[in-house]
């Protein structure tokens, strides 16, 4: 291995050659060709012999790593600098789904958003997170996320099993409400006041309701679910009731109209005992002393028995089923 | 009879699975955070800013400096990018602009103070420490470090990666963007002058 300029000496020798064998970088046949020569120039021996000397002291004056400490120490300077700046990526796309616009994101956590979204809005709502994260193209991941919403909305898939990122929550209280409202299986309805009840916090049912209208992931986490203690569906994601209809639709549960706007007809659905398992007739005398956290209201027979609900010994719900 | 028909079946499916796996990794790469960047190339890039800088304080400040810059720029990057090579290109680049520095206010004191020699550059600590057999006297070590110093910028950096890191001269041209002959050729350079030096202190070593 000759370098592009070389560096005759006066026996005509290259200087380059005694380097690279100094270094141990000479390959075998010029090591060799150095070798002999050496033996004959005394000029030349001389010479590898102070570049030997010049690697081993270079070795000697290298600075050893050591320990890591002085890394650790730029590395947590660093990290300090970065915590204000380092923004996770996020995998955006929005779908056209038979019930609307959904934009859905991704982080390398789970899935972190799913949002209705009107056509002239795309830009502006989605700017609004890229304080947040650096926005990205959906790709794949996201694709695969729309795949398993279709399935959901169109009754071929009840639990969309995604993993979720809690990032965009706003509280411990709303991830605590939002962590109760996951618990509601699909194809029933809880009240406001039992997410409260449910929560520890029973006077809290309007901050449920906020925190509920905030959920970053509706649809997987099943908001949807929750309805006023009247029956009524009261609101979704804001002014979107109309969706929380036909995903309930979706779902089995009947959705009426009535003066007081969309409710579900409470007087014609099974009420369940969350925690006991069984279920009644909406007219059971057991019901009066039901606390709101134990109630699920269950839209028939089968899908109470398929959750493994009993019926109630006392309104015998199975010997007089409801029309 | 070309090459590519010289290929049998099976030859061609380990080439096919390897391109997959690539394909794959780099995907996997394209998935990192910038904390984990940080974490893959951190050793390498503080050993060469350690080396180079020969002061833990500086090697720390450039640290910084490195992965910050690296951070303005990360998401613009081609998902393809050589991550290493990249973040080494810019810890040199840090290197050159902190020699240019350090002369500037070298001749700054240098004026002020007639020629008097600056502090802090040589850390001799770590020189007496003999892991060859020969010995280094403290006027030597001196001697040599000033003249690395005063190398220019390109020659020092590739003997610093050659010498005090054991980079290869593939390696040592990516970081420093030239070519390999030039890499080698800017490290035997600098040891040709360096053996001028050493040859120096020896024979004034002697005469006195």
């Excluded at chain 1, 193209?137 to 009840?158: M, P």
């Excluded at chain 1, 009731?241 to 036909?246: A, C, D, E, L, Y």
């Excluded at chain 1, 009066?288 to 719900?317: H, L, N, T, V, W």
């Excluded at chain 2, 790469?29 to 890039?45: A, G, K, N, Y």
């Amino acid at each position: 291995m000759r370098n592009t300029r070389t560096h005759r000496l006066p026996c005509g020798f290259n200087e380059n050659d005694l380097i690279a064998e100094a270094l141990g970088e000479a390959l075998s046949s010029l090591s060799q060709q150095v070798r002999t020569h050496v033996v004959a120039c005394r000029s030349c021996a001389a010479l590898l012999e102070q570049y030997r000397h010049l690697r081993s002291h270079l070795h000697s004056l290298s600075v050893s790593a050591g320990d890591d400490r002085g890394l650790f120490a730029a590395r947590h300077a660093l990290d300090a600098r970065l915590a204000g700046k380092i923004r996770p990526r996020l995998l955006i796309d929005v779908w056209r789904s038979p019930v609307g616009d959904i934009r859905l994101g991704k982080t390398d956590k789970g899935v972190v958003l799913v949002e209705f979204v009107k056509p002239e809005e795309y830009d502006t709502s989605a700017a609004r997170w890229q304080n947040a994260f650096t926005l990205e193209s959906g790709g794949s991941e996201v694709a695969d996320l729309i795949h398993n919403l279709e399935d959901y909305l169109n009754g071929k898939r009840r639990d969309l099993g995604w993993i979720v990122d809690e990032s965009l929550m706003r509280s411990d209280f709303q991830r605590e409400v939002l962590r109760a409202t996951a618990e509601v299986p699909y194809g029933t309805v809880v009240t406001y006041q039992g997410i409260a009840e449910t929560i520890g916090q029973p006077k809290a049912v309007r901050a449920v309701a906020q925190a509920l209208r905030y959920n970053p992931v509706p649809i997987h986490i099943p908001c949807h679910r929750i309805i006023g203690s009247d029956g009524s569906l009261t609101g979704y994601a804001g002014n979107l009731v109309g969706i929380k209809k036909q995903i309930l639709t979706v779902e089995g549960i009947p959705v009426v109209e009535t003066a007081k706007g969309l409710a579900i007809p409470k007087a014609r659905m099974y009420v369940g005992w969350r925690h006991d398992r069984w279920f009644c007739r909406p007219d059971c005398s057991t019901l009066k002393d039901q606390p709101a956290a134990d109630r699920a209201f269950i839209p028939s027979r089968a899908r109470a028995e398929e959750m493994g609900y009993q019926p109630c010994d006392e309104c015998k719900p199975h010997v007089h089923p409801l029309a | 009879m070309s090459g590519r028909d010289n290929f049998t079946n099976l030859q061609l499916w380990c080439l096919y699975k390897a391109m997959a796996m690539s394909a794959t990794q780099r995907q996997e790469e394209e998935r990192l955070s910038f904390t984990e960047v940080i974490t893959l190339h951190q050793q390498r890039v503080y050993g060469y800013l350690l080396r180079f800088t020969r002061n833990p304080h500086d090697a720390q400040d450039l640290f910084q400096e490195t992965f910050l810059r690296a951070h303005r720029a990360y998401a613009a990057l081609p998902a393809d990018a050589d991550l290493r090579a990249w973040l080494m290109r810019i810890a040199v680049n840090l290197t050159k602009n902190y020699v240019r520095d350090r002369q500037r206010r070298a001749r700054v004191l240098v004026d002020e103070e007639k020629g008097h020699n600056l502090d802090g550059v040589l850390d001799l600590e770590d020189a007496g420490r003999d892991t060859e057999s020969t010995m280094i006297s403290r006027e030597t070590a001196r001697a040599l470090l000033a003249s690395i110093e005063t190398l220019p910028f390109h020659q020092r950096a590739a003997l610093v990666q050659r010498q005090f890191e054991g980079l290869d001269y593939p390696t040592i041209a990516t970081n420093l963007g030239c070519s390999q002959e030039s890499a080698r050729a800017h490290v035997y350079q600098a040891l040709r002058k360096l053996r001028l030096v050493l040859e120096h202190a020896d024979s004034a070593a002697k005469g006195v």
